[in-house]
């Protein structure tokens, strides 16, 4: 229906939300073009918003979405504000007299079970900086790029690790007022940069929840493949909002993902039904759109994610089902696989329940990748867009 058509929704939102919406930037790349994006819709009406030092040198350096991607994570947290979550302020407390290990800082970070990988790695990385004895700034980078260097070495088959370690080297380190500044109070500067980017990233999911609400309409049913973090938090806010919709969850072999997710969408007391995961095309029919995560966003718009995903999204393209893509900008990586074959190897256990004779090859790739042609949207906490703008967003995110 037209009322349910995405550029009838955001345009919605932006008559509804313009003047509750806090303090934004209108940031100029350095071409001079103005560019704008789908936060732009938040626009401030005060022509003299007040903003940090800290903002404004980013803008004029960098000309990048960060002063929109903060408006909107305010916007969307501040409604809902969760009084368990994790503040920028949350610092660990590491004893004295045993050596500073970013690994064990980042490990200590995982075991919150509602912590993301990426943004466990972002906590141990400003951990770096507030440890760190380096008497320059040029001390301080190389330690951090060591620092950056070792969590992705953890787990070189990690997209969203390697993509978080990434953004946080160009987000916290490049700009050219460090330069002028003495070393304290640079070292100041990127301890705030630092937990800044540490507590977006650590909102992104209920900013991209928020977003997601209006395409969830009552009566839907919906598909989703594979334990998602960010989908189930979607899912939550729907059903706390008193939408009436039901989920079939695909059981996710070999792990069982899905049947991991069903658990938890019923403790919600959200309608779920299982399904294995070779009745998707079985049941297409009764599905009115399909969400699913992702492992990592890359640069053509496509995304990698769990193994099936990929015919999933083909068989409701097939089947005129729109694909709806729950993703955090810290997944957005870059990369451009070509085919299945360009992804690097991320091998899984797998378990058939029967002996299998040893001339048999398995497959036992964990993911595959899902062209963009095949999906409908992405809701990121950069906004909701379509396949064919994230190489845009990912230029300006790695400018």
């Known amino acids: 229906m037209w009322y ?72 969307a947290t501040d409604q809902n504000s969760d009084p368990n979550a994790i ?98 109070s640079a070292k100041s500067r990127l301890i705030e940069r630092a937990e800044k980017f ?65 658990n938890e969408l019923a403790k919600l007391d959200i309608p779920v039904k299982l399904l294995i995961d070779s009745a998707v095309a079985y049941t297409m029919d009764e599905v009115d759109m399909v969400f699913v995560g992702a492992d990592g966003v890359v640069e053509s718009g496509g995304i990698i994610n769990m193994m099936g995903t990929y015919q999933t999204a083909l068989v409701a393209h097939s089947m005129n089902k729109p694909v709806y893509v729950a993703a955090e900008s810290y997944k957005f990586a870059r990369l451009y696989p070509l085919d299945q074959k360009d992804l690097a190897p991320a091998p899984i256990p797998i378990e058939f329940g029967v002996p299998v004779p040893s001339k048999v090859e398995i497959e036992r790739s964990a993911r595959d990748y899902t062209p963009p042609q095949y999906l409908t949207l992405l809701f990121t906490d950069l906004g909701v867009l379509t396949p064919s703008v994230v190489s845009d967003e990912l230029i300006q995110l790695y400018l």
């Open 4 to 75: 349910r058509s995405a550029s009838f929704i955001l345009d919605n939102r932006q008559q509804n939300v313009a003047a509750l919406a806090p303090d934004t930037l209108s940031i100029s790349p350095p071409g001079g073009t103005t560019r704008t994006s789908m936060a732009d819709t938040f626009q401030n009406p005060n022509p003299n918003p007040v903003i940090s030092a800290y903002y404004q040198t980013r803008a004029a350096h960098h000309g990048v979405i960060t002063s929109d991607w903060l408006a909107q994570a305010q916007a």
């Open 87 to 184: 503040s920028a302020s949350d610092v660990r407390v590491s004893d004295p007299d045993k050596p500073f290990s970013v690994i064990d800082e980042f490990n200590d970070w995982r075991k919150q079970p509602d912590l993301a990988e990426a943004v466990a790695a972002i906590r141990a990385l400003a951990a770096v900086i507030r440890s760190s004895k380096a008497t320059t700034m040029m001390e301080l980078e190389i330690e951090l790029k060591k620092a950056s260097d070792s969590l992705k070495s953890w787990d070189e088959t990690s997209i969203s690790l390697t993509a978080g370690c990434d953004l946080f080297m160009r987000y916290v380190t490049r700009t050219a007022a460090l330069e002028y500044e003495d070393f304290n």
């Open 198 to 262: 540490g507590e977006i990233s650590y909102k992104a999911r209920k900013v991209i929840a928020m977003l997601a609400q209006d395409f969830i309409f009552d009566g839907c049913t919906i598909l989703v493949h594979g334990y998602s973090r960010v989908v189930l938090e979607v899912l939550k806010l729907a059903a706390q909002n008193k939408k009436l919709f039901r989920v079939f969850c695909t059981e996710g072999r070999p792990d069982r993902s899905g049947l991991r997710l069903s």
